[in-house]
Nanobody, 120 residues
Framework: VQLVESGGGLAQPGGSLRLSCAASGFVFSNYGMLWVRQAPGKGLEWVARITSDGSVTYYTDSVKGRFAISRDNAKNTLYLQMNSLKEEDTALYHC??????????????WGPGIQVTVSS
């Protein structure tokens, strides 16, 4: 299993970024996926989850209405569109493979992460 994130960087408060995660080594369309993040000095926090077919999504309260998770099963790629960014969104973002189709909170593989920094 390999998960590789891209698309991070520096954004101003109120700005947008789009993260991508290229997946390989497993049948991508059979598994829910997650985005998790770790801010400096804090533990891991799940941000968004999506079912294997993309029909259902879940968000942690702090990003509802601002972030959107999606996937393209034909391209084995997971996305996270982040709008109205806040300084507290600054973190290392990882994509992760859920244990099953439902996109539950438990995951078994994750990527190395991509840094997102929100600062003026």
């Amino acid at each position: 299993v390999q998960l590789v994130e891209s698309g991070g960087g520096l954004a101003q408060p109120g700005g947008s970024l789009r993260l991508s995660c290229a997946a390989s080594g497993f049948v991508f369309s059979n598994y829910g996926m997650l985005w998790v993040r770790q801010a400096p000095g804090k533990g891991l926090e799940w941000v968004a989850r999506i079912t294997s077919d993309g029909s259902v999504t879940y968000y942690t309260d702090s990003v509802k209405g601002r972030f959107a998770i999606s996937r393209d099963n034909a391209k084995n790629t997971l996305y996270l569109q982040m709008n109205s960014l806040k300084e507290e969104d600054t973190a290392l973002y990882h994509c992760a493979k859920s244990l099953g189709r439902a996109g539950g909170l438990e995951y078994d593989y994750w990527g190395p992460g991509i840094q997102v920094t929100v600062s003026s």
